[in-house]
């Protein structure tokens, strides 16, 4: 089997597993004051410190999750502190091609969700954003804005320093999912200008189950999601998730020192799989070619199949590819970033993603099959 789809999720590494099997000997609870429970408490800072490098964070301002699903309920609300004096945010921006976990607005009421327009090169619109936030009644609240840094389906990088400047310029709250970029791309939280980020283990080869919300300060903080004994500096009750936490922190460190040197493989492999696919199928639409991606991702459509039939056809090959919008729940829907693009999303779309153990021989093979594929597909109207 081939497996190229380290976006919806990424096999567990090697630095994350040796952590994770030492932290299972380990007894204590984090939170008891014993040698056993400091040991654990120990392993916990440790992690705390790893992921805070990865993102140029304070150890501090980092709150562990369950991963990043809870990190944007929890950071997608009306209210929040500051210090002690209660905040309020009355608006949430979101742009049209986040990831559902924010799109959904968190804790939000839908009719306070506002969308943010993308250009049909897949980046989002500044000027959009821009005249939203000058129309914003900042006597209702502030604004809060959320722009993913990488998208999931395209790859595209997004101007997120650009929209944090308009953000803070009209005293807003800048969100960003950093999931995606934080191994692919250098994540620093002041250099975004973000007031909170959040990052997901799974995606950068930790275990599943464990994210983190990553703030800017401590000042300002969304109220709790999750109440109860108040570990996690009060921000996020109960016990931590210790084994997969150790091994978020493992996989952070070792993305952190890699990453730099990975980039330049996962680039060659992916022009070697674009180039060929070009070869094999010339009327292949490779979605984001020219503006800035990350190196690991290719979103293509190949006219005539649809991403359904192409992701079980690829899968019958053997090849591990996703259609774009499957990354939850197995949905094999149409594509809410093709629409945001302006895309026809009936067109149907594939993606594939690499990661740092993909070889030369799982790029050939995944374009065997895809000129197999490519060959066969049912051609209607001007495609053929
Ligand atoms: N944001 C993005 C951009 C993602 O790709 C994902 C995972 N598909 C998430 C958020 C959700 O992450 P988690 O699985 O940790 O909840």
Sequence with gaps: RTYLDWNATAPLGAPARAAMMEALLLPGNASSVHGEGRAARTAVD???????????????????TSGATEAANHVLTPEFRMGRAPLKVSRLYVSAIEHPSIREGGRFDPADVTEVAVTSDGVVDLAALETML????????????????????????????????????????????????????????????????????????????????????????????????????????????FHAVVGFGAAAEAALHEFGDRNGRIAALRDRLEVGMRERASDVMIHGENVARVANTSFFTLPGLKSETGQIAFDLEGVALSSGSACSSGKVGESH????????????????????????????????????????????GEAA
């Design 337 to 380: 970033v093709l629409t945001a693009m302006g895309r026809d999303p009936k067109l149907g779309a594939l993606r594939i993603s690499l990661g740092p153990e993909t070889t030369e021989d799982d790029i050939d093979r995944a374009l065997a099959a895809f000129g197999k594929i490519a060959g066969r597909r049912k051609l209607t």
């Design 46 to 64: 440790k992690a705390r410190r790893q992921v805070a490098a990865l993102v140029g964070a304070e150890p501090v301002h980092v709150t562990f």
């Design 134 to 241: 000058a129309a914003h009644d900042r006597s209702a609240g502030m604004p809060m804005v959320a722009v993913m840094l990488v998208n999931n389906e395209t790859g595209i990088i997004q101007p997120v320093e650009e929209a944090a400047a308009l953000v803070h310029a009209h005293g807003g709250l800048m969100v960003v999912d950093a999931v995606q970029a934080a191994d692919r791309v250098s994540v620093d939280i002041a250099a975004l200008d973000a007031d909170f980020l959040i990052v997901s283990s799974h995606k950068i080869g930790g275990p599943k189950g464990v994210g983190a919300l990553v703030s800017r300060g401590e000042v300002l903080m969304p109220k709790p999601l999750i109440r109860g004994g108040g570990q996690e500096k009060g921000h996020r009750s109960g016990t931590e998730n």
